[in-house]
C-alpha cells in the first residue's frame, strides 16, 4: 500500500528562522512528488519534483528529491508570518494521475 | 475557466438528508478528483474521472457516496442519508490530461451534518 510520512507534524518557529520539512515515500511505480501550501482554504502549488538531486528553487522556499532513499525536503529560509500554513507532499505514481498526499506539517511562524 | 470552481461554499443538512456537491473543473482539463478533509486532517481520496468515465474509485465509501461527470455539466458529488461523520471540507481538483501533473484544487464546499 503506498504510503506518505511527513515529520514533523507540527512545528512553531520564530520570524527569521529556517526550517526543513521532511517527507518520505513508499509509491508503487513512483514519478513525481508535489509539494503543496494549504493555508487556509484550497492547497496551492509550490513545487513538482521528478528529477534526483536537482534543487528547485523560488523564492525563500526551495525543495530537492532523492528518489534512492525515497525522500524530499522543503526548505524554508527567513521565515515570515505568512509563511504559517500546513505544507503538504504528495508523491504521483507512474501514470502520474494518483496523488497520495501525506498528513500535512503545520507549520506557525511567530512574529 | 481557469479555476476550479466548487459550489455551494458550504451546505448544512440535517443527518439523514440528501447533500450534493458540484465542481467545474479547469477547461480543458480531463481528470477530476474528490477528497475528504475532516477538520483539516488528512486529505482522504474518495474518487477521480476521466472525462466522465470513473478513473479511481478506491477511496470511495460504497453506500452512500456517489458521483458523476457528465458531458456539459459540472461534476458531482452526492451524499445520501447524510451522517454526522460525514461533516468535513470536500475539494474538488483538476488536472490536463497526460503527463506527471498539477492538481489545481478548488476553494472546497464545507459540509456540515447536525
Known amino acids: 500500500e503506498d504510503k506518505v510520512v511527513q515529520s514533523p507534524l507540527s512545528l512553531v518557529v520564530h520570524e527569521g528562522d529556517t526550517v526543513t520539512l521532511n517527507c518520505s515515500y513508499e509509491?508503487?511505480?513512483?514519478?513525481?512528488l508535489l509539494w503543496y501550501k494549504q493555508e487556509k482554504k484550497a492547497p496551492t502549488f509550490l513545487f513538482m519534483l521528478?528529477?534526483?538531486?536537482i534543487e528547485k528553487k523560488s523564492g525563500r522556499l526551495s525543495s530537492i528529491l532523492d528518489k534512492k532513499e525515497l525522500f524530499s525536503i522543503l526548505n524554508i529560509t527567513a521565515t515570515q508570518t505568512g509563511d504559517s500554513a500546513v505544507y503538504l507532499c504528495?508523491?504521483?505514481?507512474?501514470?502520474?494521475?494518483?496523488?497520495?498526499f501525506g498528513p500535512g506539517t503545520r507549520l506557525s511562524v511567530l512574529p | 475557466g481557469e479555476e476550479v470552481a466548487q459550489t455551494p461554499k458550504h451546505l448544512v443538512r440535517g443527518e439523514g438528508q440528501k447533500a450534493k456537491l458540484y465542481c467545474a473543473p479547469i477547461?480543458?482539463?480531463?481528470?477530476v478528483f474528490w477528497y475528504q478533509q475532516v477538520l483539516k486532517n488528512e486529505f482522504k481520496f474518495l474518487i477521480s474521472?476521466?472525462?466522465?468515465?470513473?478513473?479511481?474509485e478506491t477511496g470511495m465509501p460504497k453506500e452512500r457516496f456517489s458521483a458523476k461527470c457528465l458531458p456539459n455539466s459540472p461534476c458531482s458529488l452526492e451524499i445520501q442519508a447524510t451522517k454526522l461523520e460525514d461533516s468535513a471540507v470536500y475539494f474538488c481538483?483538476?488536472?490536463?490530461?497526460?503527463?506527471?501533473?498539477?492538481?489545481?484544487f478548488g476553494a472546497g464546499s464545507r459540509l456540515t451534518v447536525l
Open positions: 521528478t528529477s534526483s538531486g
Open positions: 477547461k480543458g482539463h480531463s481528470y
Open positions: 481538483a483538476s488536472s490536463p490530461h497526460t503527463g506527471a501533473n498539477v492538481l489545481t
Open positions: 509509491v508503487t511505480n513512483f514519478r513525481s
Open positions: 474521472f476521466q472525462n466522465e468515465n470513473v478513473f479511481d
Open positions: 504528495a508523491p504521483t505514481d507512474n501514470y502520474g494521475q494518483n496523488f497520495v
